[in-house]
Structure formats: structure tokens, C-alpha cells
């Protein structure tokens, strides 16, 4: 279908729609199931048998699969069952951590998705990208990807940049024009918004008239299919760490083999247990443990309605040293309110809170009525120069649109006006807001087919615009003792937290040329709007947490110096001899002059995009990890430069949200402490539980090694170590990785992020504690053995009993850096269920007769439990007195 070709009517009449009310629930259901979601074809997953085999592929357990087989033509039926059945269980393990892991992450890729901003049952609402169907009348903005192959039907200077699709670097002017040539190109489609696309400029409204791979994306999917799955850094060490792991421990393995051969053991059986020995020492199934642990700690973020993009940016959120933050929406509540109004050279008082459109108006303390001069106009131009929709549910009132917008349009409903006077206006042409002009215009005309135009924005801009302002109801020159007025009176506004907004009109005529630069010239400037967006009551408790912890607030907004100053002040983000640097100094400023003062500096007022990416370089100049937030399409390079990109998830623009590692649900600043406080944990998590696995895999090593320098028989026979490593290290490893944070985790420093895995006493606590579960291990053994010489199977269960049991007691001690009684041990019930477990199956393999001769065990006393209760203590509790 050609669909460039056909008007508006005859598109709404093919797809069953009206651009004023959207489509019904019913007929998006019916189209999602005719046309299936609006997603590209993606490359086929791994099938299950093949993650499954892969289990396998390891050499060491090929090597031991090849023992068994051995063992099993020579008649170690029993050995050779019981290994096997171990390194299936193993296999199926790895392969649910691996199915968790990719799940995860395919409900991040989900989540993380773009919204699209379509028109329902006559209500605009957000939904996920995978949702928009054929008809979907959809509404985008500058800096939003296009979610679908759309015929626009309304542009308001509308720019979209194609290269993707065309090659084409320049952005195409849309319109919405039925174009009747035939056989046009994509790039000439210039009334098509195409899937994939990006908004660089205006904004327009269109009708989807092709989903998922029934669009141009679609033909060429394939250039954006084939993704490869990046590793974050920290899985890039451990998998280094890992190579030099499997060296060490084969090292020591062989050690282990050749003494005891040499001692006179059968070469069958040493050999046999020296496979086990290493397919047990050496840590495979790290890296799987560490994507298990980081996509669970996502899955809390998400919990928090922070959603991380990137893997890599939960190890760097614990590094951060400085947050840099937008005022608007994130520190603050984003319901902006009228308070204030300077008009015919006084100030009028505002009553009632948020979007709530009840409210009066006062000088002083005596109320105004409707018929105050140049009030009712001045209200009436907020409403026309606006994009915001005033919504009602239930009761409660929402905008949906810019909250500045929505400010206005709520004071107008306090005075009386509704949609139906707007109606009265036809809107001819829209000059679109954006951060470098700092100002929006609309032309208008009224039911007399008057025009004129209405401009509003920041004052410092409109002013210099104006050249005429109303005073009572004379409309008279601006002379310089006028503009001293209006100056003081932004000052007293900014100097109560109150963000201005100037408004200004002109008439025109009919013929008069429609070019924004000529219009916005020769205003009459009407009056100024005061409004508060009141800062959120949890960002002062954040900000305070985050100071604890290490880390610096930085406050950057495009407001007035003075109205930062005051919501700085009243977070306690300004310290007392804070600097607070304006836009303008930041122009004249070199970068290394800006790095003289950096650290001392708190907020940025009067500040562009631009600017931002100055900052953070300066601060990344000065040695710091810089966290950025950003909602506009500007923001993206500052965000791209920053250490973790913060993107808002529900006032940002889908650029932004590519450009960052993390998503704020809430554009909250409270969400951004909290996901460094759970950053900080998860990477503390990963330290807790390789110190557990290799404490545990070094005790294994020498308990054999110190058994075989002293000519003893192997404490531990094959199918034992290979259990311990199944069941003892597995399930409490995992449970480490759900430990909550401990107190002081939110007032240490921040991290540095050249610190190795081995940093801050690990490498010590591990082989020290390592040294210890393996002696502990060899005196029970030799004890056991020496009072009962005959009876080896006896011996080798007290060993294996310790073992187990050393293990278990150390892993409560994994769950600090302090000591092993500085945490209650039932605050991570997983890892309470995990040790049971463990106990539970150890009781199994010694007590229940099927599998003593499987695992060459035999029941023990109480005496023998105690003796063992005592000896496995000693490696934790000896270091936890010590500390």
C-alpha cells in the first residue's frame, strides 16, 4: 500500500480509525493477534539440548566422564554410577543458572524497551514499542524514535533524522500533505515517519500503517539483528582469574597424583581422585554464579523502578564519587504550580497546590475577580502558547505534557476558562520550545480571523524581545526604569524558589511572513508567572546518605541562579561556602579553569546542555566517577561521556534512555541512591562468595596434598570431593549472593575502580582460611585413623564430615568484613535453607544405608559429632575473636 499517496480520510477509513479517539481496546487485541507484536525478527536462542551439552564440554569433566567410563570396565560399578549421577546433577544445575541468567536478561532487554505515546478510547497513555498495532494514532516529540512505519497526519516543524534507513545525514523536513507521485523512494516518503527513526526537531502525530518486520527497518533487519552478548568488566576478570585458577589447581592436582604414586597407591585410583580433585578445585562455574548475582541484584533495582541498561554500570555504580543532577522532576515533585503573577506592575497571589484546579487570586489579601485588567488575557495566551492535557481520574487531576505547560493551564482553569474556549482559536503554526531559544510561540486566530502570536519563555529572553508591556490598561513603551521594575520583580520571585516564566504577544497581519525570526520581534510583554515545583520530601534524606557515603551532589538546572540557590539551600545540597556557577561564567571559563574551582562547586544555574558535558569532563579531569541524569535529546552526549548515564523513564526521550546505563521509572533522585546502595552490595555479594568458593577449593587441595606429603591413605575418595563441590560449595554460594547489605555499606568510600577482586584483605582471608579448613580436615583424619588403623572408611567420613561441616560454619563468616558475629545469622534466610539443605544431604550420605557403600561412609556417634562440631569451628570462630 502507498500509503504517501493517500489523504488523512482515506487512511483513517482503510484502518478502521479516527485521529480524535484511537482505536478501542477490542480492536488493538484483534490486531496484536493478526499481526503479532511490533518487534524485529530476532536471531534464533541457543536450543535448551545444546545449553544443556555444553554443561559438558568443560575438559576436566570430559577427563572425568573418561575415568568413570574406566572404572566402570573394571568393575567400580558403584564409584563409577555415583560419579556420573553427581556431574549430571551438576550439568543440569549449571544449565538452570545459565536459563536464569538469559531470562533475566531478556526481561531487562524488555523492560528497558522504548515507550510509545498512542491515543486510546480517547486517552493518550504510554506503552511499550512491542504493543503499537496497525491504526495506533501515535504522538512523538524531538529526541523520540519513531515506534513504527506511520503516515503522519500532523507536523509542527517536524525534522527527522533517517541515515539508518537512507545514508542520508541531513534531518527531512515532514509534512502531512498526501504526496501523488508514484514510485517513490523511501527518503522522498517525506510525509512517512519511518520505525527506528529519530525526532531531531518539532514534534507531529501519525497513524502506524506498518508493525514489526512489515516495515523499512524490517527489510533490512538483519543490520540490526545480530547483536553480540558484551561481558562487563568484572566478568572479564574472573575470567581471567579463572585461567590462572584452573593452572594453579591442575599444578597442585598433579602434585597430589605423583606423590601419591609414589607412595605405593594404585595409579587407577590415584588418578581418578586427582580428576575429581580438580574438576572440584577449579571455580567453572564462577562467571555463571556472577551473571546469576548480577541479573538477580537487577531484578531488586527494577523492584526499586531503577532499570539497568548495561551490566557493567552495577559494578561502576559502586565507584561513583559524584551524582550531578537535574533539579526539575528529579530532586523536585515535577507538579509545577502557579503561586505567583506579576501583572500591570504588581504581584498577585496564587492559591492551591499541584494540578489541582481549584485555586483564587489575590493582591494582598483581597481576592481578584475575573475581571481584573489584562488577567483574563494573560491567563488565556498560557493556555493557547501550550501542549499539555489537562486529565481527570477519579477525581485527581494529571497532565500529560510538559509540567511548566501544565502549570499554566491549571492557573487558567482556576479563573474559570475551559478546552471549549481554546476551541474559539484556530492554531495556524507552532514554533516549537527548545533549550537554545528558550522560548515557544504559537500564531493564532480568534473568531474575527485577528492574528497574532503569543511567545512565552524564559525572561531574560523575551524581554530583550519586547518593546512595548501593558500598565493597568494602557499598553506603553518598555523604558529602562520599566525593565528595573520587571528585573526586581524576577529577583523577589527567584529569591522564594519561584521559576519565571515571561509571556508576550503581538498582532499580526495576514500577509505578514511566518519565519519564527521575524516573528518573535516588537513584543508587548504581558506579565511574568511565578511557579514552584516543590522538592521531593525523600531527596533531603538521599542527599545526606549519599554525603555519608562519599559521594558529592551536584545540582544542574536551566533555572534562575537564585530559585537553585533556594531549593540548594533547603535539600542541605549547598554547603556553606558552596559556589553556585551560572551558565554564563561557564562560557568564559577554559576547562582548566573550570577544574580549579570544580570541587567546591555545588550548583550550576542558567545552564545548557552543552554545558553539562564541560562538567562531567572536569570532574573525570579531577579523578572522579561521574553519574549524569538527563531526560532531553541534548543530554545524550553528556550522559554517553559520564561514568553511569541516568536517563528519566518517564519524562526522558528515547535517545536519552539508548545513551544511559540506567533508567529512573521514577525520575527520582531518591532511585538514583538506592541503586548505588544496591550496586554496592551485589559487587560486595560477588566478593563474599569467591572468597567462600576458593576458601573452600584451597582447603580441598591441601587436605590431599598434606595427606600425601605425610604418606597418609587419601582422606577424601573421588565421589566424595566431587559432593562436596556439588552440594557444599553450590547452594550456599548462591544464597551469599542474596545477602542484604550490611549497615555500613552506604558510609564507606566509593570504591576505586582499579581495584583488583583480591583488594582490602580477600587474597589473605581466603588462603589463610583456606589453610585452616584444610588442617582441621587432615587432624581429623589422622586422629580418627591413628585410634582405628583398620578401619580407613571410618576415618575418611570423619574427614569428609569436617569438611563439609568447616565449610558451612565459614560461610556465615563470608557474610562480613568484619567479623563472623557482627551479623545476625537469620538476616539471609536463602543462605539458612542452603545450609540446611547441605546438612540434610550429608545426614543422607551417612546415615541411610543405600548410599554408605556409594559413598564409602559409615554412621557416627554423638562423640565423633562433637569432636567434629569442634575441630570445623576453629578456622571461623579463631579469626572471629581475633577481629
Known amino acids: 500500500m502507498k500509503w504517501y499517496q493517500l489523504d488523512v480520510d482515506h487512511i483513517e477509513e482503510r484502518l478502521g480509525v479516527t485521529s480524535n479517539k484511537g482505536l478501542t481496546e477490542k480492536q488493538v487485541e484483534e490486531r496484536q493477534k493478526q499481526y503479532g507484536y511490533n518487534v524485529l525478527d530476532e536471531q534464533k536462542h541457543t536450543s535448551r539440548w545444546l545449553i544443556f551439552l555444553k554443561q559438558f564440554q568443560d575438559f576436566m569433566v570430559i577427563v572425568l566422564l573418561a575415568a568413570t567410563l574406566i572404572a566402570g570396565l573394571l568393575g567400580e560399578f558403584v564409584d563409577a554410577i555415583a ?32 515507550l510509545a505515546h498512542v491515543l486510546r478510547d480517547n486517552k493518550w497513555e504510554r506503552v511499550s514499542s512491542r504493543e503499537v498495532v496497525i491504526g495506533d494514532i501515535v504522538k512523538i516529540d524531538s529526541g523520540d524514535r519513531i515506534p513504527a512505519d506511520i503516515r503522519i497526519i500532523k507536523s509542527t516543524s517536524m525534522e527527522t533524522e533517517e541515515s539508518a534507513l537512507t545514508g542520508e545525514s541531513l534531518p527531512v523536513m515532514k509534512h502531512a500533505t498526501a504526496i501523488v507521485k508514484e514510485n517513490l523512494d523511501a527518503q522522498d516518503q517525506v510525509n512517512m515517519g519511518f520505525m527506528g527513526t529519530l525526532v531531531t526537531r518539532g514534534s507531529g502525530v501519525g497513524v502506524v500503517v506498518g508493525t514489526g518486520m512489515n516495515t523499512v527497518m524490517g527489510q533490512i533487519a538483519s543490520l540490526m539483528v545480530n547483536t553480540k552478548k558484551t561481558i562487563t568488566p568484572l566478568e572479564r576478570k574472573l575470567a581471567e582469574l579463572g585461567k590462572i585458577l584452573i593452572v594453579v589447581a591442575l599444578l597442585l592436582t598433579a602434585l597430589v597424583v605423583v606423590l601419591g604414586v609414589l607412595q605405593g597407591n594404585p595409579m587407577y585410583e590415584m588418578f581418578l581422585a586427582g580428576v575429581s580433585l580438580a574438576v572440584a578445585a577449579i571455580p567453572e562455574g564462577l562467571p555463571a554464579i556472577v551473571t546469576v548475582a548480577l541479573s538477580l541484584g537487577v531484578q531488586r533495582m527494577i523492584k526499586k523502578k531503577a532499570i539497568v541498561r548495561k551490566l557493567s554500570a552495577v559494578e561502576t555504580l559502586g565507584c561513583a564519587s559524584v551524582i550531578c543532577s537535574d533539579k526539575t522532576g528529579t530532586m523536585t515533585e515535577n507538579q509545577m504550580t502557579v503561586k505567583e503573577i506579576y501583572l500591570n506592575g504588581k504581584h498577585l497571589y496564587v492559591t492551591g497546590d499541584g494540578y489541582d484546579i481549584r485555586g483564587d487570586f489575590f493582591i494582598n489579601k483581597t481576592k481578584v475577580e475575573q475581571n481584573h485588567p489584562n488577567l483574563g488575557s494573560m491567563l488565556l495566551y498560557g493556555m493557547l502558547c501550550n501542549n499539555a492535557i489537562l486529565q481527570s481520574k477519579k477525581g485527581k487531576y494529571s497532565i500529560d505534557g510538559d509540567p511548566t505547560d501544565g502549570a499554566l493551564l491549571v492557573a487558567a482553569r482556576k479563573l474559570g476558562f475551559t478546552d471549549a474556549d481554546k476551541g474559539t482559536f484556530r492554531i495556524i503554526k507552532e514554533i516549537p520550545f527548545d533549550s537554545d531559544r528558550k522560548r515557544m510561540s504559537v500564531i493564532v486566530e480568534d473568531e474575527n480571523q485577528m492574528r497574532f502570536i503569543i511567545t512565552k519563555g524564559a525572561p531574560d529572553v523575551l524581554l530583550p524581545r519586547s518593546t512595548f508591556w501593558l500598565d493597568g490598561n494602557n499598553k506603553a513603551l518598555i523604558k529602562t526604569a520599566d525593565r528595573s521594575r520587571i528585573d526586581a520583580a524576577i529577583n523577589t520571585m527567584a529569591s522564594k524558589a519561584l521559576r ?16 519564527a525570526s521575524f516573528l518573535e520581534q516588537d513584543l508587548t510583554f504581558i506579565g511574568l508567572y511565578g511557579m514552584i515545583d516543590p522538592p521531593r520530601k525523600e531527596v533531603k534524606l538521599a542527599i545526606e546518605e549519599c554525603r555519608q557515603a562519599g559521594i558529592k551532589t551536584v545540582m544542574i538546572t536551566g533555572d534562575h541562579v537564585n530559585t537553585a540557590r533556594a531549593i540548594a539551600k533547603n535539600l542541605n545540597l549547598l554547603p556553606e561556602n ?105 559487587y560486595e555479594n560477588i566478593r563474599k562468595f569467591i572468597r567462600y568458593l576458593l576458601a573452600s577449593n584451597v582447603g580441598e587441595i591441601l587436605v590431599m596434598l598434606f595427606a600425601m606429603l605425610l604418606a597418609l591413605p587419601l582422606p577424601l575418595i573421588p565421589v566424595q570431593i566431587l559432593w562436596v563441590n556439588l552440594v557444599t560449595d553450590g547452594l550456599p554460594a548462591m544464597a551469599l549472593g542474596l545477602d542484604k547489605s550490611e549497615s555500613d555499606v552506604m558510609k564507606r568510600a566509593p570504591r576505586n575502580p582499579r581495584e583488583g577482586i583480591f583488594a582490602r584483605g580477600l587474597g589473605y582471608k581466603i588462603i589463610s582460611r583456606g589453610i585452616l579448613i584444610g588442617l582441621v580436615t587432615l587432624i581429623a ?97 579463631l579469626f572471629g575473636f581475633k577481629k
Open 500 to 515: 519565571t516564566i515571561a509571556i508576550g504577544i503581538r498582532s499580526l497581519s495576514k500577509n505578514e511572513s511566518l519565519e
Open 781 to 877: 583424619f589422622m586422629l580418627t585413623y591413628q585410634n582405628n588403623p583398620d578401619n580407613l572408611i571410618y576415618a575418611q567420613t570423619v574427614a569428609f564430615t569436617t569438611l563439609v561441616m568447616a565449610q558451612l560454619i565459614h560461610v556465615f563468616d563470608c557474610r562480613s568484613d568484619h567479623s563472623v558475629f557482627s551479623r545476625n545469622p537469620f538476616e539471609n534466610m536463602y543462605l539458612i535453607l542452603a545450609v540446611i539443605s547441605s546438612l540434610l544431604l550429608l545426614l543422607v550420605v551417612i546415615y541411610w544405608p543405600p548410599m554408605q557403600p556409594v559413598f564409602h561412609t559409615t554412621a557416627l556417634s554423638l562423640r565423633d559429632w562433637m569432636f567434629i562440631g569442634a575441630l570445623s569451628a576453629i578456622p571461623t570462630v
Open 578 to 682: 558552596g559556589l553556585v556557577i551560572e551558565g554564563h561564567q561557564l562560557n568564559q571559563m577554559s576547562l582548566a579553569d573550570l577544574e580549579e574551582i570544580i570541587e567546591d562547586t555545588y550548583v550550576f544555574a542558567r545552564v545548557t546542555p552543552e554545558h553539562k558535558l564541560k562538567i562531567v569532563k572536569a570532574f573525570q579531569d579531577k579523578g572522579h566517577i561521574v553519574a549524569m541524569t538527563g531526560d532531553g535529546v541534548n543530554d545524550a552526549p553528556a550522559i554517553k561521556a559520564s561514568d553511569i548515564g541516568i536517563s528519566m523513564g518517564i519524562s526522558g526521550t528515547d535517545v536519552t534512555k539508548e545513551a544511559s546505563s540506567l533508567v529512573l521509572m521514577d525520575d527520582n533522585f531518591a532511585t538514583i541512591k538506592e541503586a548505588i546502595h544496591e550496586g554496592r552490595n551485589i
Open 83 to 114: 560419579i556420573m549421577l553427581i556431574v549430571l546433577v551438576n550439568g543440569f544445575i549449571g544449565y538452570f543458572q545459565e536459563q536464569k541468567a538469559e531470562k533475566s536478561l531478556d526481561k531487562l532487554k524488555e523492560l528497558s524497551a522504548p
